[in-house]
Each structure stands twice: as structure tokens, then as C-alpha cells.
């Protein structure tokens, strides 16, 4: 899988049955600032496409964007588990990827971020079991791997993998900042667009 060009769609505040363009979706799922945006610009290799921000919170919206002139989009959710925003725009956030979730019709895969340097959170372990019991596909990444040495990333690859009863192979590290990684994702994101439900038809 090569992305050739990348631009931005559309932003929803909200999010319903019908909504969405018709072509596959892979979303990007994680806690807020653990580097969702920067991923997205990583893989895209476009700077700017999507907002980055070293405050928390700073996706506020579900953001579309569309990959080699729509063969598939990569969207970017909020962020969950922003402890400093009240609970009423908590409860909005967790509304909006909620109901991304259960009401995309396209949505062929998540990729669940996750910062490397840390054991995944209770919210991260919801998400996995969420998808998990809506028979969505996942892959885990890793992000900030710069920050470690690569004995370290090895260890953390391990002791993610663990806390999220997955094994090694299925967490992959990157660094969006020293463009580490991308191969290896492009590869899942391409297994993630074509693999078939047990449930669909085929005729
Ligand atoms: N060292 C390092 N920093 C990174 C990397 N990726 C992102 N960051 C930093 O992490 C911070 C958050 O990045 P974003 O991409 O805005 O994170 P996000 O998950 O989209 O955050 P929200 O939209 O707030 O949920 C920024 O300061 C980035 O520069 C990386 O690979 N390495
Ligand atoms: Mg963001």
C-alpha cells in the first residue's frame, strides 16, 4: 500500500446512519495527545493535514480524510480520557466516537494509539473490548517510539501486548517525529481493507 495523496474531507460534530462517502474507512482511536493527528500527517506525508497540538483536546471533531482520491479514508477521532475538560464535554466526546462507531457502514478497521512509554489505560483496555464485542477489526500502534532506546520499545511492545492480551506481532511502534514505522502500518492498513466479515454476502 503506497498513499499517493492524501486531502482533507469533512469534519462532522456529530455522526449518524448515512453519514460518510461511500468508500472504506480505517479510524484513528486513542487517548488525547497521544499523537493521532501527527500520525495521520505521517502516513499521509502532508504536514498540516491534519492539526496537531501539544495541549490535549485538540481534535474536537470526527475529521475525514480522503486517501489517493478516495480509495479509502483515515479518520481521525477526538481524543478520550482528557482529564482537564468537565464532564459534559466528556460525555460529548465519548457520544460522537460512540456513535462513529456503531454507525459507520464503512468503517473497515480502528488503529488504537497508544504511547509507548506507558502500560495502556483502563479507557484503552474499554476501547479494545468495545471493538472486540462490535466484531471490529483493530491494530495497535505505538506511538513516540524516538522517546525510547530500542531495547526499551522491544520491552514496551511486550508489556503493551500483555496488558491488552494481544501478542507482540500485533502492536507495531512508530515515531511520527523520526518517520519510523510506516511500512509496517501501510502493510496492516492494507489487510484491514480487505478483509471480508464472516457475516457479509458473497455473490
Ligand atoms: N516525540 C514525539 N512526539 C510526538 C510524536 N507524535 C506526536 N507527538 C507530539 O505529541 C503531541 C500531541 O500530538 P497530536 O498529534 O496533536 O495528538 P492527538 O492524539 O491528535 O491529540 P488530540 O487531538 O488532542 O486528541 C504534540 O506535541 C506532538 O508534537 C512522536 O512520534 N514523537
Ligand atoms: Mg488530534
Known amino acids: 500500500m503506497i498513499i499517493k495523496n492524501a486531502k482533507f474531507q469533512t469534519s462532522y460534530a456529530s455522526f449518524g446512519k448515512g453519514d460518510g462517502f461511500g468508500v472504506d474507512e480505517i479510524a484513528i482511536a486513542g487517548k488525547s495527545n497521544v499523537g493521532k ?5 505521517f502516513l499521509a506525508n ?3 493535514l491534519a492539526k ?13 480524510f480522503s486517501i489517493n482520491n478516495g480509495e479509502f479514508m483515515l479518520v481521525d477521532l477526538p481524543g478520550y480520557g482528557y482529564a482537564k475538560v ?3 464535554e466528556k ?12 454507525s459507520s457502514e464503512h468503517l473497515k478497521g480502528v488503529i488504537v494509539l497508544v504511547d509507548i512509554r506507558h502500560e495502556p489505560t483502563a479507557l484503552d483496555k474499554q476501547m479494545i473490548a468495545y471493538l472486540h464485542h462490535y466484531g471490529v477489526p483493530f491494530i495497535v ?8 532506546s530500542k531495547a526499551q520499545i522491544a520491552k514496551q511492545k511486550s508489556v503493551i501486548a500483555n496488558a491488552l492480551s494481544l501478542g507482540v506481532a ?3 511502534a512508530v515515531s ?9 502500518v501501510l502493510d496492516k492498513i492494507e489487510n484491514l481493507l480487505k478483509f471480508i466479515p464472516d457475516n457479509s454476502v458473497i455473490e
Open 141 to 148: 500502534v505505538a506511538t513516540k517510539s524516538d522517546k525510547l
Open 86 to 88: 468537565g464532564e459534559e
Open 176 to 184: 511520527s517525529m523520526k518517520k519510523e514505522g510506516k511500512d509496517a
Open 37 to 41: 493527528s501527527s500520525f495521520i500527517n
Open 52 to 64: 496537531t497540538s501539544s495541549t490535549p483536546g485538540k481534535t474536537k471533531l470526527i475529521n475525514y
Open 46 to 48: 502532508y504536514n498540516g
Open 170 to 172: 500485533d502492536v507495531t
Open 91 to 102: 460525555k460529548k466526546w465519548d457520544k460522537m466516537i460512540g456513535s462513529y462507531l456503531t
